[in-house]
């Protein structure tokens, strides 16, 4: 088989599996709760939501279903699908296997963008939140790219981690000013839950927002799955190939800042799923894009859900931020990785 027949074939072959997957663990995540409900009653919630079925069901269970779980589960899904490609992004463009957009500031300039929109009260609806979030997401990537920029004393790796750490304090305490300065109390607790990572207060229309738009942004990063392979080698290398580094990088992070926007503007800010699943999926499948990406998407769906799961039914009878459950597993993760690319 040909070199181009053999980079079709493998993603073809992890295809056949993904969905399969993807859908048992969507099943699980709506099944799973401190109210446990069964496969086949998600089933019949479906059938009759979906194609009418008229299937007699216990009208708390449907509502349960169709109403709470599922757009939570399906936002997870997105929201961990969409936070991995964006962290698989900006390590492959600055060739940093610890950028992410939370360590970067893109998270924390979101959180105030949308946090400002909130208070402020311009406009309603998840998507003014969105546009929000993205303004402030691009302004924070702005400062930290400025700041690197100038420390020219610096090797380059340090400069855009320390550059990301100063504008991440920088947005994180405009926030807490924000807060402070014009919200109450109720808003401010409300908030800062939020900030966490949240998703008790998604719906059908933040499924309408997330899904859409990590599926671009999927496709985007599959379509450059070649330019994001010559990056690995550095911009030089890349324009050698006949790259268009400057659109190609203000592309895909472009598209990184506004995948992060739109799900830090619904859930709020979740750290570690950028950082670790890229390294982990890295490590089982190599560094060619056309397998990376679309499993690093899959991989961060199936963290968040099981996250997702484990907010709910950790403490019987409270829900704990999602940002919270993904430190506590992501931290130690990403200290083995760490320990064992240190070995290798």
């Known amino acids: 088989m040909s070199r181009a027949g053999h980079a079709l074939a493998v993603p073809v072959g992890h295809g056949l599996w993904v969905v399969p997957l993807l859908c048992l663990a969507l099943a699980a995540g709506v099944a799973i709760g401190e109210t446990p409900i069964s496969l086949p009653v998600v089933g019949q919630v479906l059938a009759n939501k979906l194609w009418a079925a008229g299937y007699p069901l216990d ?20 929201c961990g699908a969409g936070l ?24 924390a300039g979101a959180s ?11 406009g309603a609806g998840a998507l003014s939140l969105s546009m929000g979030a993205f303004a402030g997401a691009i302004a924070a990537f702005l400062l930290v790219a400025a700041l690197a920029h100038s420390a020219r004393g610096m090797a380059g790796s340090g400069q855009i981690i320390l550059a990301g750490i100063a504008g991440s304090q920088l947005f994180n305490a405009l926030t ?5 300065k014009s919200a109450s ?7 800062m839950f939020w900030l ?3 998703l008790s207060g998604v719906r059908w229309h933040s499924v309408m927002l997330a899904v859409p738009v990590v599926l671009v942004g999927l496709a985007v990063c599959l379509w450059h799955r070649r330019a994001l392979d010559a990056f690995t080698f550095g911009a030089d290398s890349a324009a050698s190939l006949g790259i268009p580094v400057r659109r ?23 750290g570690f799923v950028g950082l670790v699943i890229p390294h982990a999926v890295r490590l089982l499948v190599g560094v060619r894009h056309a397998r990376l990406v679309p499993l690093s998407a899959l991989a961060g769906a199936l963290f968040l859900i099981a996250a997702d799961v484990l907010s709910r039914t950790l403490i019987k009878g409270q829900v704990l931020p999602i940002g919270v ?20």
């Open 196 to 198: 966490l990572g949240n």
């Open 59 to 78: 009208p708390i269970d449907e509502g349960i279903v169709w109403n709470y779980r599922l757009t939570r589960t399906i936002v997870a899904a997105a």
């Open 325 to 344: 459950i993904t430190a506590l597993v992501g931290a130690p993760v990403f200290a083995l990785i760490l320990i064992r690319g240190g070995r290798r």
């Open 185 to 191: 109390a109720e808003q401010a607790r409300g908030i």
């Open 176 to 180: 807490a000013f924000l807060i402070t």
């Open 112 to 122: 105030t963008g949308a946090v400002l929109v909130a208070l402020a009260g311009l």
């Open 84 to 107: 991995a490609i964006s962290g698989l992004i900006l390590q492959s463009l600055l060739r940093n296997p610890l950028a992410e957009p939370y360590l970067l500031g893109i998270s």
């Open 248 to 270: 190609v990088r203000f592309v895909l992070i472009g598209c990184a800042a506004l995948v992060t926007a739109v799900m830090v503007s619904m859930v709020g800010s979740i």
